[in-house]
């Protein structure tokens, strides 16, 4: 059975970083592409950003380029993602799936981020 757990959000200050963490269980994590998205209120849920499953290339949504780093752990079946420089636009659940760009799983219970002052 699959599990997918996002940690690591909570409330902060406009310009203030987070660090999501995502761990995944019940499949062969090191032979999956893993993807962040995030839903906001009232809208859809969006790619933020993805990487291979060796980690040697990675994509990301213009709103978060620059600012947002996706990286993964394949010893510890954990995907990253750092966020700096936040914005209030950035307030949305977040998840984490396996695929590049195309979920392959149900989803987990995501992780809220509020950026707020």
């Known amino acids: 059975q699959v599990h997918l757990v996002e940690s690591g959000g909570g409330l902060v200050q406009p310009g203030g970083s987070l660090r999501l963490s995502c761990g995944a269980s019940?499949?062969?994590?090191?032979?999956?592409?893993m993807t962040w998205y995030r839903q906001a209120p009232g809208k859809e849920r969006e790619l933020v950003a993805a990487?291979?499953?060796?980690?040697?290339?990675?994509k990301y949504a213009d709103s978060v380029k620059g600012r947002f780093t996706i990286s993964r752990d394949n010893a510890k079946n954990t995907v990253s993602l750092q966020m700096k420089s936040l914005e209030p636009e950035d307030t949305a659940v977040y998840y984490c799936?396996?695929?590049?760009?195309?979920?392959?799983?149900?989803w987990g219970q995501g992780t809220q981020v509020t950026v707020s002052s």
């Open positions: 799936n396996a695929g590049f760009e195309v979920p392959m799983y149900g």
């Open positions: 019940g499949f062969t994590f090191s032979t999956y592409s």
């Open positions: 990487i291979t499953h060796a980690g040697g290339s990675t």
